[in-house]
């Protein structure tokens, strides 16, 4: 099977189906509009996951290679974040975390179970090497707007939808949030009943830090902050709370 060197590709190589391309285009000024728009069907994945680690290496790596060189030799993150899978909300992107300041983990709106060997090692794994290998002094929790795996905590079952074979059960961490949303908001639309689980479940994920010994131990020496953060992507808005033996008030980013 043929294989195109990504490190040529860097370096300014072409391939030979770059050359073809070349010759066959028109003049962008001779293509109707409708061949401008990129399509779905011309999507090239290898050729984006190229031409962005070419953009990478040449603007971002290259120039700081010092810095780089450094991170080799061991990390020392000021943050373990967790933070929803949606394409939406990078971390590093909305916090401007750079390489080396953030440990993360991303899932299915970004919770934090409880404490348990038999479930979720994953999430315990991440949390105990973060805190008792790294010794991060920061745990953030970040929710945000429109979130897709708070949605499905608050219509299932009541939408009577078909069971997904790893979401619900993943996304039930949520419930004590769902319940206390539905106790208190329960007269409001559901878009706003939304918005606060959004917001209770970050609250939840926090609150269930505490179960793991590590963290408690941590905590105790006073060696470890936790926080929360609510990313609105819609207004560009971000908020943070603190927590310790209660929440404080929101916080506005900006």
């Given at each position: 099977?043929?294989?195109?060197?990504?490190?040529?590709?860097?370096?300014?190589?072409?391939?030979?189906?770059?050359?073809?391309?070349?010759?066959?285009?028109?003049?962008?000024?001779?293509?109707?509009?409708?061949d401008l728009i990129p399509s779905s069907?011309?999507?090239?994945?290898?050729q984006a996951i190229i031409e962005?680690?070419?953009?990478?290496?040449?603007?971002?790596?290259?120039?700081?290679?010092?810095?780089?060189?450094?991170?080799?030799?061991?990390?020392?993150?000021?943050?373990?974040?967790?933070a929803c899978s949606?394409?939406?909300?990078?971390?590093?992107?909305?916090?401007?975390?750079?390489p080396g300041e953030a440990f993360t983990v991303r899932n299915i709106a970004n919770m934090v179970p409880v404490f348990d060997q038999l479930k979720h090692s994953g999430t315990g794994a991440a949390i105990e090497y973060a805190i008792s290998v790294l010794e991060i002094p920061n745990i953030l929790v970040i929710g945000h707007s429109r979130c897709g795996g708070i949605e499905?905590?608050?219509?299932?079952?009541?939408d009577r939808s078909a069971p997904f074979d790893f979401i619900d059960d993943w996304v039930k961490i949520g419930?004590?949030?769902?319940?206390?949303?539905?106790?208190?908001?329960?007269?409001?639309?559901?878009?706003?009943?939304?918005?606060?689980?959004?917001?209770?479940?970050?609250?939840?994920?926090?609150?269930?830090?505490?179960?793991?010994?590590?963290?408690r131990k941590a905590i105790a020496k006073n060696a470890l902050k936790l926080m929360g953060g609510y990313y609105d992507f819609v207004d560009g808005k971000f908020e943070v709370v603190l927590f310790e033996t209660h929440f404080s008030p929101p916080i506005p980013a900006i």
């Open positions: 099977m043929a294989s195109l060197s990504l490190e040529e590709t860097v370096e300014g190589g072409k391939s030979e189906n770059e050359d073809n391309s070349a010759k066959l285009e028109k003049p962008t000024a001779e293509l109707p509009l409708a069907s011309s999507f090239d994945p290898v962005g680690f070419k953009d990478f290496k040449l603007n971002e790596f290259d120039p700081n290679r010092p810095c780089y060189d450094e991170l080799a030799k061991g990390q020392e993150p000021k943050f373990l974040v967790f949606d394409s939406r909300v990078s971390p590093s992107t909305i916090l401007n975390f750079k499905r905590l608050m219509s299932y079952p009541e419930l004590p949030a769902k319940l206390k949303v539905k106790a208190i908001w329960g007269n409001c639309s559901f878009d706003e009943q939304l918005k606060q689980c959004e917001k209770e479940s970050v609250k939840l994920s926090l609150t269930n830090l505490l179960t793991y010994p590590y963290v």
